[in-house]
């Protein structure tokens, strides 16, 4: 059944694809934020939703809360027509403002690769793209999505328009990582997903299965840690900050470092509630 269900899915989400390329981005981007506004729900659990929003902003009014849940669907309608233009988004030049340039410069020219890590903000493709349009030597972790029918199509879409190297989530994911580590590569991912195999340690004051591999990386291969931040402006443009780094040597352990990684996360949802995916089940 469970084959099934991803079967018609697929087709419906190609379906969207097609349309979306047939209309442009700009017209797509309209009908597809509206849409998911108002299919969004029916799809993702309105529980794990209003639980995630109850944990972080319990002083929130209901009307605010309302707000972010809307501005979240239209913005995750948004992101999703975008993947089939992820191609014209590598072109283009003018869309993308970015903060803390000076950061990259620095990574180019000492040769040594460093730990980016974020969250699911905006277009959080775009972090990716853009750092290796500048040259970067980049692998990103990533986790395939469920649906079988549709995650070979979204992997050639990330290797071919965001970044090549493509490392799966997982055991043979960290062996794979450190051989792009050893090979000068930097390395990005998501710290915003709750794993299994994580670490509970506190995300709005709230434990939370919380990934250490960045930690981890850091301390066993004096990796300095580089925290990205996405924003989508109202014309659908972008701001992009490179933080300043973060060095393991300042942190007594992993734990210690994850943690302020959380709370640098913490801040950036904080920044802009509205772009961050609130559909994942965080606090699990």
């Known amino acids: 059944m469970k084959n099934i269900n991803y079967f018609f899915q697929a087709i419906l989400i190609y379906f969207f ?13 309209l009908i597809f934020s ?21 944990i972080s902003f319990p002083k929130f009014s209901n009307h605010r809360i309302k707000e972010i849940e809307k501005n979240m669907w239209k913005n995750y309608g948004m992101t999703f027509i975008e993947y089939v233009f992820l191609n014209y988004l590598r072109k283009k030049r003018d ?9 990259l410069f620095n990574i180019i020219n000492s040769k040594k690769p460093v730990i980016f890590i974020s969250g699911h903000f905006a277009n959080f493709e775009l972090m990716s793209m853009e750092i ?25 879409l990330r290797k071919k328009y965001v970044c090549k190297n493509q490392i799966k989530k997982g055991i043979n994911g960290v062996r794979e990582t450190i051989e ?87 801040k950036m949802v904080l920044k802009n509630p509205d772009q961050w995916i609130w559909t994942h089940n965080r606090w699990k």
């Open 34 to 54: 509206n849409l998911f506004f108002y299919i969004g729900p029916y799809f993702k659990s309105k529980k794990i939703l209003k639980k995630n929003l109850d």
């Open 180 to 266: 792009y580590i050893k090979n000068k590569h930097s390395i990005a991912l998501m710290i915003d997903q709750r794993v299994s195999e994580g670490e509970k340690i506190n995300f709005f004051n709230i434990p939370a299965y919380t990934t250490t591999l960045p930690a981890q990386l850091a301390i066993k291969y004096n990796l300095k840690i580089i925290p990205v931040y996405i924003k989508r402006e109202q014309n659908n443009n972008f701001i992009i900050e490179f933080k300043n780094e973060i060095n393991h040597k300042n942190f007594n352990n992993k734990l210690d470092l994850t943690k302020e990684l959380n709370l640098i996360l913490e």
């Open 17 to 29: 694809f097609i349309i979306g390329r047939i209309l442009g981005i700009r017209l797509s981007r």
């Open 132 to 156: 290796t349009k500048k040259k970067i030597n980049l692998a990103t972790i990533y986790r395939p999505i469920n649906n079988f029918f549709l995650n070979p199509f979204m992997e050639y």
């Open 95 to 103: 869309h993308i403002k970015i903060y803390g340039e000076d950061i």
